[in-house]
């Protein structure tokens, strides 16, 4: 995509030499490669404008990877490291912690909520297979357990509001693919016609996002 603006301009410049040389200097083979170059670049972001979706899912979701190292912290390295110490009471602990997840979920997005939960279940699986060195673990894999299972049950509401959203603006997204099927093969037509889907494409786009948000 960055490399277009300037393959149009070149695409340009060689249309103006062609105006003018002589068959001697053509440039013609040149101009049709070109020509042929911007209309598949043109027809594969075409191509890719379907996937626009989940591609804001996905860098919303990978948002989330920036609080492993805290939920690591309170749910893993923290409780091991007080049990290797003999420290056999963790309640004040278990209560620190589950507070913190507590926030960790009630300050969460919409389109993150799901990946918290899966953070959170994936760092209590592995917190179950510590439980055999360390008894006085159990309670923390209860209490983690009781809290998934609670924010667990508003998950599928949050599922229906976003393929609700989702299926609207996807609707949205085909019918501005089936006007753009950018047949023209001249230039200065298909930079136009791209110039106007992406306008509209950016404001389905953002509408998106503003709901993941």
Request: proline letters at 1%; one cysteine or more; glycine letters at 2%.
């Amino acid at each position: 995509a960055k490399f277009l603006t300037k393959v149009e301009k070149l695409h340009t410049l060689v249309h103006e030499w062609q105006l003018v040389a002589s068959r001697e200097f053509s440039a013609a083979s040149l101009y049709d490669k070109v020509t042929n170059l911007i209309i598949g670049w043109r027809r594969l972001e075409l191509s890719t404008w379907s996937r626009l979706l989940d591609m804001e899912k996905e860098r919303c979701e990978q948002e989330v990877s920036s609080w492993w190292f805290i939920a690591y912290e309170a749910i893993i390295a923290a409780p091991i490291q007080m049990a290797e110490s003999g420290q056999s009471s963790m309640g004040d602990h278990i209560q620190e912690a589950i507070s913190t997840l507590e926030q960790f979920f009630l300050s969460t997005s919409i389109g993150q909520y799901s990946k918290r939960l899966e953070l959170v279940t994936n760092f209590r699986s592995l917190l179950v297979l510590y439980v055999q060195d360390y008894p006085c673990l159990k309670k923390l894999t209860s209490a983690l357990e009781n809290f998934l299972q609670h924010f667990k049950r508003f998950e599928p509401s949050i599922h229906k509001i976003m393929v609700e959203k989702r299926t609207a603006l996807e609707r949205d997204i085909k019918e501005l693919i089936q006007l753009a099927s950018w047949k023209d093969v001249n230039i200065v037509a298909l930079r136009e016609s791209a110039r106007r889907s992406h306008h509209k494409l950016f404001k389905l786009v953002r509408r998106y996002r503003e709901a993941l948000a």
